[in-house]
């Protein structure tokens, strides 16, 4: 079974530029995540969406952050303008159904270095 | 969410078995506990977790105490491999996000 997918691996951009991160979850995960984790520290959730709908957003900067999951499938998160606080590997999870006795799968992260 | 507590680091000899504790004093009747290990570089890897009795997988053991207020995560034969930062966290009810502490950075000596 293929785990979770993502890319790029690394990005190097400058403050106020845009960037991009893609997602593929595992094949049949309905529920996807989005995390952010600062160097040091624990992962931290941005977004989780069920399907295609978002589940819960609470802790998304959203005045810079958007994230959309369309066709319930794959999934990008992008920033724009970004900070220098954004600098962080951001992980992308995927489970089974909605509950809570499923485990999380992550993918290897994409991190983020902002200039 | 129910807090935990770990210890911030650990250290064990390569082939003896790492015992890895979490306290969980205020974990409700209904809330799992799940542990999650991070190698460098890498994402969060799912362990095992249980609610009551004490779970084995092919990865680990999970020993959790009568009352349910801690738990022991335990690597039977631990290589250099092991080495990573160790997460224990209790999965409130009805949420379904990981809220992460800072783990056990578990260190492997050969």
């Known amino acids: 079974e293929a785990g979770v997918a993502q890319s790029p691996r690394y990005k190097i951009i400058e403050k106020r530029q845009s960037v991009a991160f893609w997602c593929n979850p595992i094949?049949?995960?309905?529920?996807l995540y989005w995390y952010q984790q600062i160097l040091g520290q624990g992962p931290k959730l941005l977004i989780q969406?069920?399907?295609?709908?978002?589940?819960?957003d609470s802790q998304l900067p959203k005045d810079r952050f958007s994230a959309e999951r369309l066709k319930g499938v794959d999934s990008t998160l992008k920033i724009q303008p970004a900070k220098l606080e954004d600098s962080a590997v951001y992980l992308c999870?995927?489970?089974?159904?909605?509950?809570?006795?499923?485990?999380?799968?992550f993918g290897d992260g994409t991190r983020l270095s902002i200039l | 969410d129910a807090k935990t507590t770990q210890p911030t680091s650990m250290d064990c000899a390569e082939g003896r078995a790492a015992n890895l504790p979490c306290n969980h004093s205020?974990?409700?009747?209904?809330?799992?506990v799940y542990w999650y290990r991070q190698i460098h570089s890498q994402g969060p890897q799912y362990i095992i977790h249980?609610?009551?009795n004490n779970e084995t997988n092919e990865m680990a053991s999970l020993i959790i105490t009568e009352d349910r207020k801690s738990s022991t995560l335990i690597l039977p034969h631990a290589t250099l491999r092991d080495t990573a930062v160790y997460y224990c966290?209790?999965?409130?009810?009805?949420?379904?996000?990981?809220?992460f502490g800072q783990g056990t950075r578990l260190t492997i000596n050969p």
């Open positions: 999870a995927s489970s089974l159904v909605d509950g809570f006795n499923q485990p999380q799968h």
């Open positions: 094949s049949g995960h309905a529920t």
């Open positions: 969406f069920q399907n295609n709908g978002v589940v819960d």
């Open positions: 205020t974990i409700s009747g209904n809330e799992y």
């Open positions: 249980g609610l009551k």
């Open positions: 966290i209790v999965r409130s009810a009805g949420a379904q996000k990981l809220v």
